[in-house]
């Protein structure tokens, strides 16, 4: 039953003490945020990952491109648990080191190699965390970055003092509303399809590019519409809507905020008592942050409930595997069950990429 699930998280928790610590993600579930020592968005969470040294074990409840960043910024002797394998992204699946290897050697040809007179390289790839480690590492290795949704702007403004151009995947949506927030212009964002030559775009449009996008989306945020934010303003108004950046543009124009998933729980639990939110990210969140604020009314946009199907497979029963497989018992030695561990010969550049992200600030 969930109770004796739960029991035997805080028992093994309690034998393994300050030798594990359990890091999740505001999408999961509450059975088992629960249990967990840190809480946070993807940055938070990369930056926790390096907080407690200590830790024999890192048990990452949230999805496979974060155990992987948590296993670059751990400590060598430091292992890093996802609880469940199946927990990945599908986001993160739609730009694999192949296809991005093919497209920068097709922006090589168009672009050449050399710094312009400034020294600003022709482009710099720039990686969202929602992402494998290989394409971190590919940024590492040529010059790039990685950005998570609450620093994006940042890390294009580091980009843009160092190229003239930059490569953004996988997510076509926080690439685009975040470069659109900078000025840059619709026109000079065209979307690169690997699929086709030159990405489905001529030299003209490519020349002119500040922003090339990639033609990955989170399918979660994809479902919010235009349409969703017009009926909840009717409904209720004097509405905050508030949208993650993963939204499409339309509809993160519509509403009056957008942000990482730290920044709506801030916005929320700043406003003044009796406030109302339509948001515009994962159910899981947003009905916690419901339950939270009993003094404000706060309801998902989507009226269909979109939890993210892959963050979902980590439940209590997962948790308590893992837990007890570190305590081990009089026939079962302790063992590290799930690890990650990031390829070796990756790990080095994308380690680069990911501290080129925590040393950039505002
Ligand atoms: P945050 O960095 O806002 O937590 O987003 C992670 C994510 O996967 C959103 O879909
Ligand atoms: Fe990936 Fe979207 Fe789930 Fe975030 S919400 S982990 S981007 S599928």
């Not at 986001?91 to 097709?106: F, G, N, P, Y």
């Not at 970055?145 to 953004?168: D, K, P, Y």
């Not at 942000?259 to 009796?274: C, E, L, V």
């Amino acid at each position: 039953s969930a109770d004796e699930l739960a029991e035997r998280i805080r028992s093994a928790k309690a034998v393994l003490g300050e030798r594990v610590v359990i890091l999740g993600h505001f999408y999961q579930r509450e059975e088992v945020l629960r249990h967990a020592d840190f809480i946070g968005d993807s940055f938070q969470l990369a930056q926790a990952t390096t907080s407690r040294p200590d830790a024999e074990a890192i048990v990452f409840c949230g999805v496979h491109f974060m155990a992987e960043t948590a296993d670059l910024l751990s400590g060598a002797d430091q292992v890093v648990i996802l609880p469940n394998l199946a927990a990945g992204c599908s986001m993160a699946d739609m730009a694999d080191l192949d296809s991005v290897t093919e497209c920068w050697e097709q922006l090589e040809d168009l672009y050449g190699t050399e710094p312009d007179a400034s020294g600003r390289v022709p482009v710099i790839p720039v990686t969202y965390m929602n992402s494998s480690a290989a394409l971190k590492g590919f940024c590492g290795e040529h010059g790039g970055i990685v950005c998570t949704s609450s620093n994006a702007q940042t890390v294009l403004e580091w980009a843009f003092e160092r190229g003239q151009r930059v490569l953004f995947f996988p997510d076509q949506h926080l690439g685009r509303n975040t470069a659109k927030a900078m000025g840059v212009p619709l026109a000079q964002m065209p979307m690169w399809n690997p699929r086709r030559p030159l990405g489905g775009n001529s030299d003209e449009q490519l020349t002119d590019a500040r922003v090339i996008l990639w033609h990955g989306f989170c399918s979660v945020h994809r479902r919010f519409t235009v349409d969703q934010i017009t009926a909840a303003r009717a409904e209720h108004p004097g509405v905050r809507v508030i949208v993650h950046p993963e939204c499409p543009m339309e509809v993160v124009d519509a509403a009056d905020e957008n942000g990482s998933t730290d920044y709506i729980g801030k916005a929320i639990s700043a406003a003044p008592a009796g406030s109302t939110f339509a948001i515009g990210t994962e159910i899981n969140l947003v009905q916690r942050l419901a339950a939270a604020h009993p003094e404000h009314t706060i309801f998902c946009l989507d009226p269909v409930v979109c939890p993210c199907s892959t963050m979902y497979r980590i439940h209590a029963g997962y948790l308590a595997w893992v837990l007890d497989g570190l305590v081990g018992d009089d026939e079962n030695p302790p063992e590290a069950l799930n690890r990650i561990v990031v390829a070796a010969d990756v790990a080095d550049h994308a380690r680069v990429a990911l501290e080129r992200m925590l040393a950039a600030r505002p």
